[in-house]
Antibody, heavy 118, light 107 residues
Framework: QLQLQESGPGLVKPSETLSLTCTVS??????????WGWIRQPPGKGLEWIGS???????YYNPSLKSRVTISVDTSKNQFSLKLSSVTAADTAVYYC??????????WGQGTLVTVSS | DIQMTQSPSSLSASVGDRVTITCRAS??????LAWFQQKPGKAPESLIY???SLQSGVPSKFSGSGSGTDFTLTISSLQPEDFATYYC?????????FGQGTKLENK
């Protein structure tokens, strides 16, 4: 059974870079059928897609975040990562990683709360 | 961006009821529509993809329909575990966007 697990600091200072990693188990991140994505959810609010990556390294991002986002993949570790630069309080959210095919997100990781505060 | 609008934003129902949630896209998205269920403190779980295809392992009491701009999620015979927040999401074009959510509460 495929499982995804997010990891990274739970607290980031304003103007710094948020870095998270998603570790995939129970399957290969190099599967040709799937993309791997990041989605976030501010406390008490809705869901926002951040961006996605293919195992080859091909990426696509939400234009609203594109200037600050970098998603990368490490197939040797079965992981993919998110970097979000110049964070502000508005970036405080639960960050989820998920597998997707044609934009159908399933399964999701359990999520990790990242708070931006000094 | 394609805007996804769900109605109602909240819904009060009882165990055994049949409920329907609507999702409207700001432009035609064919059948590129998914539905998710989210319980407090948990990650969203996929229910429906391609507007009407049931995700593996999801009970058949959940059903989806629609195409173009108007879509529905129907839950037949509500059970206590079904009270949650439901989201629709389009994957027709980038950026993928979600509805604002419909909170289903126990009356």
């Amino acid at each position: 059974q495929l499982q995804l697990q997010e990891s990274g600091p739970g607290l980031v200072k304003p103007s710094e870079t948020l870095s998270l990693t998603c570790t995939v188990s129970g399957g290969s991140i190099s599967s040709s059928s799937y993309y791997w994505g990041w989605i976030r959810q501010p406390p008490g609010k809705g869901l926002e897609w951040i961006g996605s990556i293919y195992y080859s390294g091909s990426t696509y991002y939400n234009p609203s975040l594109k200037s600050r986002v970098t998603i990368s993949v490490d197939t040797s570790k079965n992981q993919f990562s998110l970097k979000l630069s110049s964070v502000t309080a508005a970036d405080t959210a639960v960050y989820y990683c998920a597998r997707h095919e044609i934009g159908w997100f399933d399964p999701w990781g359990q999520g990790t709360l990242v708070t931006v505060s000094s | 961006d394609i805007q996804m609008t769900q109605s109602p934003s909240s819904l009060s129902a009882s165990v055994g009821d049949r409920v329907t949630i609507t999702c409207r896209a700001s432009q035609a998205i064919s059948n590129y529509l998914a539905w998710f269920q989210q319980k407090p403190g948990k990650a969203p779980e996929s229910l429906i993809y391609a507007a009407s295809s049931l995700q593996s392992g999801v009970p058949s009491k959940f059903s989806g329909s629609g195409s173009g701009t108007d879509f529905t999620l129907t839950i037949s015979s509500l059970q206590p575990e079904d009270f949650a927040t439901y989201y629709c999401q389009q994957s027709y074009s980038i950026p993928y966007t979600f509805g604002q959510g419909t909170k289903l509460e126990n009356k």
